[in-house]
């Protein structure tokens, strides 16, 4: 499937966050890129400051527009806040708890273990990025994974009890997600009622 591939470093300095994970690159280079982008804007419109949210969580999570439309579509569906429930069903994409497990060092390498089937689903080997986890399932590291040196690295050291939401058992290099998270133990600094807002009008 498509995705973005280019500068991560680009997308950071636009938004003025490390949301790829280019914290060296901010602090040198803390303004937007391009050849103008160190000099001083204009007000960004109302509109504009929407878009940017938007823009951003899908940079965050690595999901393009449609696929982004559709999950807010389903989430207008469902009752609820529907801010909070469409960051819930980003939250719970395997690619993302895959990497809230620690297991890769990013979203793009969670990604990419997930694309090569190296990630189980309760026992069973799932390559698609974006299925849904559901609570109660298991996901975990295939066998013959289980000694890459890219896994062994990001799990040395990781602080799982950081995520209240999920349960890590060392023993089987494997994670149980034990619920939905709520809105205030997601840590993503992201304004999820401005997306709303985008596409309420």
């Not at 133990?185 to 985008?198: A, G, H």
Request: aromatic share 8%; proline share 3%; charged share 30%.
């Amino acid at each position: 499937m498509a995705r973005y591939t280019g500068p991560k470093s680009r997308i950071d300095r636009r938004f003025g966050e490390a949301i790829l994970g280019s914290e060296k690159v901010l602090s040198k280079r803390n303004f937007a890129p391009g050849q103008h982008g160190n000099n001083r804007r204009r007000k960004t419109s109302e509109y504009g400051v929407m878009l940017a949210e938007k823009q951003k969580a899908k940079y965050t999570y690595g999901v393009l527009e449609k696929q982004f439309r559709n999950m807010f579509d389903k989430a207008a569906r469902q009752s609820g806040i529907t801010g909070e429930i469409l960051l819930q069903m980003l939250e719970c994409r395997l690619d993302n708890i895959v990497y809230r497990l620690g297991v890769a060092p990013t979203r793009r390498a969670a990604r990419q273990l997930v694309n090569h089937k190296h990630i189980t689903v309760d026992g069973k080997v799932v390559g698609i990025a974006s299925y849904a986890v559901k609570p109660g399932q298991l996901v975990g590291v295939r066998e013959r994974a289980k000694s890459l040196e890219v896994i062994a690295d990001a799990l040395a050291g990781f602080n799982h009890s950081k995520y209240p939401w999920i349960e890590w058992d060392e023993n089987q290099k494997a994670g149980k997600l034990l619920h939905k998270p709520e809105r205030a133990d997601i840590p993503e600094n992201i304004k999820e009622q401005l997306i709303v807002e985008l596409y309420s009008k």
